[in-house]
């Protein structure tokens, strides 16, 4: 995010010395329906045991391509905006090919976006005319989508912006398309309390009219004490999240909602575009998380973009993820036709290659116990429900591979094929020559490199 030379992270930063919020935070508190840990940790275990989704951010800004802020950087009125709504017409869009391919790549729940900052709705909204069934494509996405990704037997969520910069009752502040422009006056007659009232409206729509609904994923909060942020108070946080879990019992939200500081104010964090290397905590807590992440940078389909991940770099970041107790959520923008492009295809391929012989290290699997050491160039995930250690091999070892924890192997294998990896116990002589290494054992391996992109042992615990 490179608009007014503002990172996210920076203005989460910016917001910690200033809370402008002014509803005491137990009345915050107690707006929000409690529960106790253990029933949110049961509410959450599809998701901790699903570990990999898919992000799909679709909206008139495939149509420029060239960012999905586009309407922040190029500071576009809604005027000069609206050549995109007129023309928008995916017409190659077909509903079950998003949805397969998702699960060929081996992710278990979808989320897309309902309404990005840009206000246009990807649904029929009876509370806006800014809405997909006013274009020439004239039908309702969203309802297209949800059945099509149940029908693959994935989870359904939503992503819907806190954020409208079309909206005429939404403030301009700091990051409006508008905020180098007379803002006071453009701010005379827009009242917050009315786009708050708009937001539960469609929040209703989209809770109520789709279905079972699994994951709502509120995007995002710049509180500031002036005018140009927004929190919690500007959206009435406590009032939409109550509303969410009250229409969909067992939704799963994001913490984009400024409600960090309260407690079930939020279900799992978002360190966003970053490769995490240890468990987030919050508070002294480790809470659920999900890391969000690009092929290629922006999250809308941009054409002219190069920097497009490897599919070994695109696999770090799940086997990484997974190993320090996280979800990945990897998203793919779809081209104004409506389509997945050739280089997002291609990336999903590369995870569903992996996946299809490697996902037994994925599923259910989360970090490895205390006490297990990863071996060199190696990233460790473990499965508490069956016992089983993975090594991701990041980088193919010449011949043996030193572990520290051999004693504790029952039994090795190659995940891609089941053929077995010796385990032997450290020679006498060796451990002399190198006992500082403190290794018991080593794996043998096959001089040459198997035909997996990154191979995995599974280990058999004792
Ligand atoms: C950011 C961006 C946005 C994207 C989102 C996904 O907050 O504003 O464009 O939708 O992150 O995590």
Request: hydrophobic share 35%; aromatic share 14%; charged share 25%.
């Amino acid at each position: 995010m490179k608009s007014c030379a503002i990172s996210l992270a920076a203005l989460v930063a910016a917001s910690a010395f200033a809370d402008p919020n002014t509803m005491p935070l137990e009345e915050v508190a107690s707006r929000i329906p409690h529960e106790t840990s253990e029933e949110t940790a049961a509410r959450l275990s599809w998701w901790t045991e699903a570990r990999f989704g898919m992000f799909i951010h679709f909206g008139l800004y495939a149509m420029p391509a060239r960012h999905e802020w586009i309407r922040n950087y190029e500071e576009i009125s809604n005027e000069d905006y609206e050549k995109y709504f007129e023309r928008f017409d995916p017409d190659l869009f077909d509903a079950g090919e998003w949805a397969r391919a998702a699960k060929a790549a081996g992710m278990k729940y979808v989320v897309l976006t309902t309404k990005h900052h840009e206000g246009f709705c990807m649904f029929d909204s009876k509370v806006t005319d800014y809405k997909i069934t006013n274009t020439p494509f004239g039908r309702d996405l969203v309802a297209e989508f949800v059945e099509a990704v149940r029908a693959e037997g994935l989870k359904v969520g939503f992503y819907y912006s806190l954020l409208d910069w079309h909206h005429p009752d939404f403030t301009v502040d700091g990051l409006h398309p508008l905020r180098n422009g007379d803002v006071d006056k453009l701010n005379e007659g827009r009242d917050m309390a009315r786009y708050r009232q708009y937001m539960k409206d469609q929040v209703t729509e989209l809770l109520t009219n789709y279905g079972k609904i699994d994951i709502m994923w509120f995007d995002f909060s710049y509180p500031r004490n002036d005018k140009w942020g927004k929190g919690r108070d500007d959206w009435d946080s406590p009032g939409l999240l109550t509303l969410a879990r009250t229409l969909q019992p067992g939704i799963i939200v994001d913490n984009r909602m400024d409600l960090n500081d309260v407690e079930n104010g939020f279900d799992f964090m978002t360190p966003e575009q970053f490769k995490v290397t240890e468990w987030p905590t919050h508070n002294g807590r480790r809470h659920p998380w999900e890391t969000c992440q690009t092929f290629s940078g922006s999250w809308g389909y941009f054409r002219d973009e190069t920097s497009w991940k490897s599919d070994a770099q695109c696999l770090d970041l799940l086997i990484s993820t997974v190993a320090h107790g996280g979800n990945l959520i990897m998203n793919v923008g779809p081209t104004a036709r409506g389509e997945f492009d050739g280089r997002a295809r291609e990336r999903l391929d590369g995870y569903g290659r992996w996946m299809h012989a490697n996902s037994r290290s994925i599923y259910g699997c989360t970090e490895a116990p205390e006490g297990f050491e990863a071996p060199e160039h190696s990233v460790l995930t473990y499965n508490p429900k069956t016992n089983r250690l993975y090594i991701h091999l990041f980088h193919y070892p010449a011949g043996q591979l030193g572990v520290k924890f051999g004693s504790r192997i029952a039994y090795a294998q190659f995940l891609h094929d089941g053929s077995e990896i010796q385990v032997k116990p450290m020679p006498d002589w060796q451990a002399k020559a190198s006992d500082s290494t403190g290794y018991d054992s080593y794996l043998n391996f096959p001089v040459l490199k198997p035909a997996v992109e990154i191979p995995v042992i599974e280990c058999y615990l004792k």
